[in-house]
């Protein structure tokens, strides 16, 4: 506004100018008017400026705004970056195969090299688990040892005798006749102060079956030397005991067996049948019957004396004497066996004398 004002009032005073030279003397009017025809171009140097300043400050400020749209664009390109990172991740999977290739374990096998410094069985056998007593078996083994040798034991362990053997080799053995029902024998490989043993077992096939069936005989028993005998017989128990008696092959013998550390006695009978007076017993009890009413009287308990120290061996009678048959069965050692009602058995250890275990 200023500027136009300004062009404004110069353009009066030309006009003015121009009006008051045209009021003097022509002669003067002819000199002056060149001067006033280069004035009006004032008026156009006035548009020039005005117009290009105003524009150019308002352009810029839109190309501004499209910068913003970029931004957002940019987001959606990096997240198909995460999904090729994930496809890589299964690449490393194939890394567990090579865990495979530090287990040639044949590094673990020098391990084993120390072992031939300790004593080893390879094998250790028998041509036969099973055989006869006086049966022959032959056993064979292999070993690395510096010495050998071969135990037979018997059924509880114990060692019966031994054999010094060679590392390798075969062994004829006789199987004893009174070694129970199986013999042991345990090989011994030997290096150093250590030892390798092996055992195996063979079992006594007998020729003569026991009367009261093979799977009781005990632990230890032998063969039996012939079948069971069957003869006449008697039984009763008694307070603190019982009283066997049986008449077969050529036996004629009565037992009393006591309680207390399982101890027994055997006399033979010579009980002719007749009745002996013997002293009433207490309420509920009953005397001695048969050949047992005679042992009392005439012969010694387990406990030793007669009589008076039945009666404090094994005390009264608690029933009535039983008169069924009994049988009776030795074994190789020495050993015996008598039945008794019920189906009990009981052994004995050998001789008039001794111990007696109830088997069955």
């Known amino acids: 506004m200023k500027l136009r004002t300004k062009f404004w009032n110069l353009g009066l005073i030309l006009f003015i100018l121009v009006f008051a030279t045209a009021c003097q003397p022509e002669a003067q009017e002819v000199g002056e008017l060149p001067t006033l025809a280069v004035l009006p171009t004032l008026t156009p140097s006035d548009t020039p400026t005005i117009t290009p300043s105003a524009t150019p400050t308002h352009t810029p400020t839109f190309t501004l705004t499209p910068t913003a749209t970029d931004t957002p664009t940019r987001t959606p390109t990096f997240t198909p970056t995460v999904t090729a990172t994930s496809s890589i991740t299964p690449t490393f999977t194939i890394t567990p195969t090579f865990t495979h290739t530090p287990t040639p374990t044949a590094t673990d096998t020098p391990t084993l090299t120390p072992t031939s410094s300790l004593p080893q069985i390879i094998f250790f056998g028998a041509s036969s688990l099973q055989a006869a007593p006086n049966g022959v078996v032959v056993l064979r ?94 039984y009763q128990p008694f307070e603190r005991g019982l009283m066997l008696y049986v008449n077969a092959n050529g036996l004629n013998r009565i037992y009393g067996l006591t309680n207390q550390d399982n101890r027994y006695i055997a006399h ?17 009890l009953r005397r001695p019957q048969l050949m047992f009413r005679w042992a009392f009287v005439n012969t010694s308990s387990p406990l030793s004396g007669a009589n008076i120290q039945w009666l404090n061996a094994i005390g009264w009678g608690t029933d009535q004497a039983n008169q069924n048959n009994r049988t009776i069965q030795f074994e190789q050692s020495g050993a015996y066996y008598i039945d008794a009602p019920g189906g009990a058995v009981y052994r004995f250890s050998g001789g008039d004398s001794g111990t007696w275990t109830k088997i069955k």
């Not at 509880?156 to 029902?181: D, H, K, M, N, R």
């Not at 195996?200 to 093979?214: H, Q």
Request: glycine share 12%.
């Open 268 to 284: 033979t009978s010579g009980w002719d049948g007749s009745d002996i007076t013997f002293d009433a017993p207490p309420a509920g």
């Open 141 to 234: 083994w292999q070993t690395i040892s510096d010495q050998t040798r071969i135990d037979q034991l018997n059924q509880q362990g114990a060692v019966i005798q031994s054999f010094s053997v060679v590392p390798t080799g075969e062994l004829p053995v006789t199987i004893p006749a009174s070694g129970g029902s199986v013999i042991i024998y345990r090989l011994v490989a030997i290096r150093g102060a250590q030892e390798a043993t092996q055992s195996l077992s063979i079992s006594i096939t007998c020729a003569i079956p026991w009367f009261f069936g093979n799977e009781f005989a005990p632990q230890g028993a032998g063969c039996p030397t012939a079948l069971g005998a069957i003869g006449p017989g008697a």
